[in-house]
């Protein structure tokens, strides 16, 4: 059974950093080109930050050089460190394996949506 488990999300105010977590099961995980995902409310869901079985990264031009995705492939995991955060990056955060690789993508994945991690960006 295939499952994706994102963690790390939370309330911080403009300026701050999370780390996000996503532990995979049912997958061979190093297999798979791995992204996370935003949904803020009323919006479509966009792929974010993407990296490749061998680790080549690609972000969106609104979180570049201010978020790293990451992944350990022993356990199973993909990161995503944000920092400098800003209000609109607000949203409900997803990682999955993109069909489009390339940021913004097309909000789809290959495998089925976990449950997200809030991000809460206010003062």
């Known amino acids: 059974q295939v499952q994706l488990v994102e963690s790390g999300g939370g309330l911080v105010q403009p300026g701050g950093s999370l780390r996000l977590s996503c532990a995979a099961s049912?997958?061979?995980?190093?297999?798979?080109?791995m992204g996370w995902y935003r949904q803020a409310p009323g919006k479509q869901r966009e792929l974010v930050a993407s990296?490749?079985?061998?680790?080549?990264?690609n972000y969106a031009d609104s979180v570049k050089g201010r978020f790293t995705i990451s992944r350990v492939n022993a356990e199973n995991t993909v990161y995503l460190q944000m920092n400098s955060l800003k209000p609109e990056d607000a949203a409900v955060y997803y990682c999955?394996?993109?069909?489009?690789?390339?940021?913004?993508?097309?909000?789809?994945?290959?495998?089925?949506w976990g449950q997200g991690t809030q991000v809460t960006v206010s003062s």
């Open positions: 990296i490749t079985r061998s680790g080549t990264t």
């Open positions: 049912g997958i061979r995980f190093s297999s798979y080109s």
């Open positions: 999955n394996a993109p069909v489009m690789i390339v940021p913004p993508g097309d909000g789809r994945g290959n495998l089925p």
